[in-house]
Each structure stands twice: as structure tokens, then as C-alpha cells.
């Protein structure tokens, strides 16, 4: 996992064309070209990197301010596009919309897109309101604190993770459709574990799969 961060409009930027990668083939092409800028986008593809400031018509290469981040660009791009591929490979299109955005959340989770994660996370918790929302703030909170861990930030993976698992475990079981939530709660209490015996950097983390229940 990625642990340079990037500047706020460059992570914005990514972060828009990996979420609706998940569903618009223009956007997946754009990441594609981001993955592996050799030659010129597809028109499409520019089209979608003029909108997010990425590059300007025409030149075919990162605007120069970002230019420092090209090998992590090229990394990030990449598992997103891993991410779009493995979401159109299980095939599953929820027409709820709190069902979809867990589908997506599971895709970008699996490739370590946390802040993705709660992305499409927060787009969906706004609207809700009781369990699932407090079953949403959860997993958004849990996914954020793995967004912390990949970039050195202990103390606040420390509290999110402790404070997210406890409003999941809160909620009544099968309060989120498809996430498998006793395996992430299972599957996450470790790292709560390490954190909190740690006092400081814990050892390597490696985080779970979002799994759907069986």
C-alpha cells in the first residue's frame, strides 16, 4: 500500500476517476493512461483528465505541478484500475442504492483505495439515518483508519478503528445489505489489538477483505 500522500486537488482528482471508474468505461480509460501513459489518451479518456485537472487537451503528459507524484500516480492508477476490473468481474449491480455503494466500497477496499472507500461510503450515509446510518459511520470509520495506517498516522487509526468497530458490532446484524460484517469485525479485531498494545507504530498491518455474506 501506497504510503505517500498526495496533495488534497491531486487525491480528489484520483479518487474521482477510481469511484466512477467502477461504472463509466471513460473514466476506466483514463486510469488506464494514468496506469501507463504511453502515447496520447484516448479523446475520451483526455476528456475525463481535462475535467479532473490532470492533464491539459492536447499535451499528453501530467500537468508539470504533477509531476512530482508520476511514480505514485502510476501506482495508485493502476489498483484502481484493478479495483473497476474486479467490480465488473463479479458482476453484481444492487438497484438499492446503500447495497451498490457497499458492491463499489468492496472493490476499493479490496485494492486499498480507502479514502475511495469513503467516498462512496459518505455519499450513501448522508441520506440514511438510524442503524444504517450509524452501521455506515462504522465501516467509513473503519476504512478511514486503515486510510491513517498507510500513511504513518497510528493515533488516529487507533481511535477510528476502536470507535468504528463498536458502532458496526452496535448495529443489528444484517443492518447493511451484503457486507459480511461478524467477518470484518472478526477479521479487524487484531489490528485493534496491535494498536492499542503498541503505544506507538505497531507492526506491519495488513488489512482484511471487505467480504458479502454467504
Do not use: K, Y
Not at 467509513?140 to 504513518?152: F, K, N, R, S, T
Amino acid at each position: 500500500m501506497a504510503t505517500t500522500g498526495f496533495p488534497l486537488p491531486l487525491r480528489n482528482a484520483l479518487a474521482t476517476l477510481a469511484c466512477e471508474a467502477l461504472e463509466a468505461d471513460d473514466a476506466r480509460a483514463a486510469l488506464a493512461w494514468l496506469a501507463q501513459p504511453a502515447g496520447p489518451a484516448t479523446p475520451e479518456a483526455e476528456h475525463r483528465l481535462v475535467a479532473v485537472h490532470l492533464v491539459d487537451a492536447g499535451v499528453g503528459r501530467l500537468l508539470d505541478v504533477h509531476a512530482p507524484w508520476d511514480r505514485a500516480i502510476r501506482e495508485h492508477a493502476t489498483r484502481a484500475v484493478r479495483a473497476a476490473a474486479a467490480h465488473a468481474a463479479r458482476g453484481v449491480r444492487p438497484d438499492e442504492a446503500i447495497a451498490l455503494a457497499i458492491v463499489h466500497a468492496a472493490a476499493l477496499w479490496n485494492e486499498g483505495l480507502f479514502f475511495e472507500v469513503h467516498e462512496v461510503l459518505e455519499a450513501v450515509w448522508q441520506r440514511e439515518s438510524g442503524s444504517r446510518r450509524q452501521a455506515l459511520q462504522g465501516l467509513i470509520q473503519i476504512a478511514v483508519a486503515w486510510h491513517h495506517l498507510a500513511h504513518g498516522n497510528f493515533r488516529g487509526a487507533r481511535t477510528l478503528l476502536r470507535e468504528g468497530r463498536a458502532r458496526l458490532a452496535a448495529a443489528p446484524a444484517g443492518t447493511l445489505p451484503l457486507l459480511d460484517r461478524d467477518a470484518l469485525l472478526a477479521d479487524t479485531l487484531p489490528a485493534e489489538e496491535a494498536l492499542g498494545a503498541s503505544g506507538g507504530a505497531p507492526g506491519p498491518l495488513a488489512p482484511p477483505p471487505l467480504l458479502f455474506r454467504t
